[in-house]
């Protein structure tokens, strides 16, 4: 099946320094590839995604590449802010056995300083 | 719209008590999951409903049961609760489009603990 690795597991940067969070998959059957951000007390909540025919997208401060080659894919956020403190989950999805199947990394918690 | 509602929010069980975990969505989508949320280890599928009338095991099954009663309702059972089952629970539900985009929405979780 797939495997998600994700680090750094936790991250602390300086409001206004950009953070990137890396990703790698293991199946190169894997078509879509979800961002999402878990605040504290909440379920997580999609924030970028990005599908395997494109190499990069961009949605204001947030960034996601993808490098099928390698197998790897990254978050990028810039000048960051108190309110972008959180636990954010990639994930690699494929269809199998009838449904998209999503397999989840263990989570960055980002910690941004005022 | 409410979104994703999940009842109850916390929960504290006995070791061998049951109890039904509780889901529902408003976005009338087709598919619904359970997923656990343990520490360093990410959210690890439990069960999935891709459609209303099915049911299918995900990566973590055993210890539960899963009703669709509706297009909307997607329950969890626990039968005979262990402390490997304290956790916290969520559910989710999507409308996965051709081409594989799948945004699932969240529920706010249920915090189970099993003494």
């Known amino acids: 099946g797939e495997n998600v690795e994700q680090h750094p597991s936790t991250l602390s940067v300086q409001e206004g320094d950009s953070a990137v969070i890396k990703c790698t998959y293991s199946?190169?059957?894997?078509?879509?590839f979800p961002w999402y951000k878990q605040e504290l007390g909440k379920g997580p909540q999609l924030i970028i995604d990005?599908?395997?025919?494109?190499g990069e997208k961009k949605d204001q401060r947030i960034a996601v590449t993808l490098n099928k080659t390698a197998k790897h894919f990254s978050l990028h956020i810039t000048e960051t802010q108190p309110e972008d403190s959180a636990v954010y989950f990639c994930?690699?999805?494929?269809?199998?056995?009838?449904?998209?199947?999503?397999?989840f990394g263990i989570g960055t918690k980002l910690q941004v300083i005022p | 719209n409410a979104g994703v509602t999940q009842t109850p929010k916390f929960q504290v069980l006995k070791t061998g008590q049951s109890m039904t975990l509780q889901c529902a969505q408003d976005?009338?989508?087709?598919?619904m999951y359970w997923y656990r949320q343990d520490p360093g280890m990410g959210l690890r599928l439990i069960y999935y409903?891709?459609?209303?009338?099915?049911?299918d095991k995900g990566e973590v099954p055993n210890g539960y049961n899963v009703s669709r009663l509706n297009k909307r309702e997607f329950s969890l059972r626990l039968e005979s609760a262990a402390p490997s089952q304290t956790s916290v629970y969520f559910c989710?539900?999507?409308?996965?489009?051709?081409?594989?985009?799948?945004?699932?929405?969240f529920g706010p979780g249920t915090r189970l603990t099993v003494t």
């Open positions: 994930a690699a999805s494929m269809v199998s056995g009838g449904y998209q199947k999503v397999t």
């Open positions: 976005m009338n989508h087709n598919s």
């Open positions: 199946d190169s059957a894997s078509n879509y």
């Open positions: 990005i599908r395997s025919n494109v």
């Open positions: 409903s891709a459609s209303e009338g099915t049911t």
């Open positions: 989710a539900s999507s409308n996965p489009l051709a081409g594989g985009k799948d945004e699932q929405y």
